[in-house]
């Protein structure tokens, strides 16, 4: 063994940071290749039983609690002065609780004790009230990806303060004394302690030359309780995030064993976890995820880190970056598999929630808490994302929408409407590249050289200039066809919608049944299969149910007949994955007309999928509120 960590030939003093799951593998790794006889943790004896019975129980994350004695006043001589909790006379006293939680260094080597069957001690000092160690920022365990646990301790030791409480300093004396004591009854004894308290035991353990004996009677103190954790707040009480310790779980069940690499691997994997959660609640209203994206996403996540002077993201990091390159759908969705811990089962014992620094016992009480294993730094930062509605609340609004009164949400009509003109003026110059000509230049550039006639007649020393006429005619009818070859039984809602607005089109679609999806009160969504645009606006007959269109077997036929039919010009701009096939260009022959195709690849896909997500208000003064339920993709 090193002998930095080392005290003498019989005791070894090893430094941990509390809430790191690097930290927590690197002392695994630390206690595996080296021999003891007995395990000492910085806890104490009134802890022990909960303790060890919670650790049985993992990967199941609980907690063990002691609550104060309200006989003991609250300890006014303690002036750390980094800390800045209320000391005052009407200050709350804590409760002290210990996380059982596997990226914790501490109840990691228990569990590797308990497995390899080595005595586990605990000879911290009892306390009532506990006060806790003082604000200290934790160093970031992604360093131990590079180097040993001994340098990364030493790099640590310059910026350790010696503690300032009475309290800490009777516990650094309590685990000292108690150290001599093991030391006369096992061969070896490896005792993990804070990073924070470690020279200080060990300056304590120095200056102690044998085991004196203890006459003082112990503290008497309430007992240790287990508790289970509302597995919607194991974020507030967990070192790593739930998800990261997911994965760390699941190696060591593959035994494949975890290493430094297996938290980087694990972002990775959350948004690919996310991704898939994303597109199966959002079906084709999803943005393609694609891996550059996602390659974008990491980028812009690294960047956010390293400018909280960090090296590896916390929770606000992931879901904000996911929010900027993804939009808030995508967001949501990596929010909730954040919070998402695999292993989390059912517990015989009562259940907390937590929040940061607080608990919720189960009798209601929300009460002060204080870890004893690394306090928590964790603090609120706000991210506007709109969540998702709750199974009753859809279901109530689903029951109160009046189905004779719909219309649609204005700043989407004005998108697909500003589409349209795009598409139209992509399909007039697609009309216009085909009365193209080249001609000699003369006295005129025109529209720019013609590369291609001027290199074929290089030989006579000829320069060939483009000429392109103006197009001719006008278009006022254009077809989106954004699933060519639909399904009648997804696409079961088929309407026709008349302008509100003079810039708005005469709209006839088809699209997903909206009622399957109520985001807020009077609010729905649906997606386009298709959809068919007349501008400038006129009143036609509902083209689902015009006699005169009879004759088209399928949704987009009628489509494409329908636009045809109420067309004034003779072409017809059709958008569509798949060039037009013979049976759409008879159906445009038949009225006289047709087809330019304008390439649905020649868009991006994240704006063609903003596109097709329309949503239905119950009412116009539904529009007064609807922006707080629609998300932002």
Known sequence: MRDCFRLDERVTLLPVVHRCGSNARAVEQWLLKNHFDCLAVPLPPSFRESVLAGVEQLPTISMVVQAPSMS???????????DDGDRGEDAEIPYSYVPIDPCQSVIAAIRFAIGERISVRFIDGETDPFEGDGAYASPDGFALREVSLEAFSAAVLPTLRRPTSPQVQSRITAMALRL????????HTVMLCSMVHWPWI??????????????????????????????????FLMGELPYITAVYEQARFELEGATHQTAIDGIKRLLMSARASYLTDLGKRARKVSPLMLSQCLKYMRNLTLMDRRLTPDMYTIVLAAKQTLGDPFAVHVAETVRNYAFQEPLPWPTVQLGIDQLRLPDGEVVRGISRLGENDSEWRTLEL???????????????????????????????????????????????????RSEKFTTSLMDGIDVRETLRHWYDGQLFVKVQPPSVGHLDACLFLFDPQPDPHTYTWRTTWFAEHS?????????????????????????????????????????????????????????????????????????SPIPPTALWRRIAKKYG???????????????????????VLNGKEVRSYAAHFIRKS
Not at 180 to 187: G, T
Not at 405 to 418: F, G, N, V
Not at 528 to 557: H, K, N, Q, V
Not at 593 to 612: C, E, G, N
């Open 72 to 82: 003991t006043p609250w300890n006014l001589e303690y002036s750390d002065e980094d």
């Open 503 to 575: 810039w708005e089109s005469t709209l006839a679609f088809y699209a997903t049944d909206f009622r399957e999806e109520i985001l807020g009160p009077g609010i729905a969504v649906a997606t386009y299969g298709g959809a068919m645009f007349l501008f400038p606006p006129r009143s036609i007959p509902d083209i689902w149910s015009d006699p005169e269109l009879r004759f088209a077997d399928t949704m987009e036929e009628r489509l494409i007949a329908a636009a045809c039919l109420h067309s004034q010009s003779k072409q017809i701009a059709i958008l």
């Open 202 to 235: 060990r300056e304590a353990y120095l200056e102690l030359t044998d085991a004196p004996r203890r006459d003082a009677e112990e503290l008497e103190v309430a007992p240790a309780i287990n508790y289970s954790v509302d597995e919607n707040t194991l974020v």
């Open 593 to 615: 007309k047709s087809l330019v195709h304008v390439p649905l690849a020649q868009f991006s896909d994240a704006m063609i999928a903003q596109l097709r997500t329309v949503h």
């Open 386 to 436: 709109n969540r998702r509605p709750l199974k009753d609340e859809s279901l109530k609004w689903r029951m109160q929408w009046n189905a004779y009164r719909q219309c649609s949400w204005l700043p989407e009509d004005a998108k697909i409407e500003s589409f349209r003109t795009r598409v139209l003026d992509r399909a007039r110059a697609i009309l216009g590249a085909d009365l193209a």
């Open 180 to 187: 001599r004591e093991l030391r006369e009854h096992h061969d």
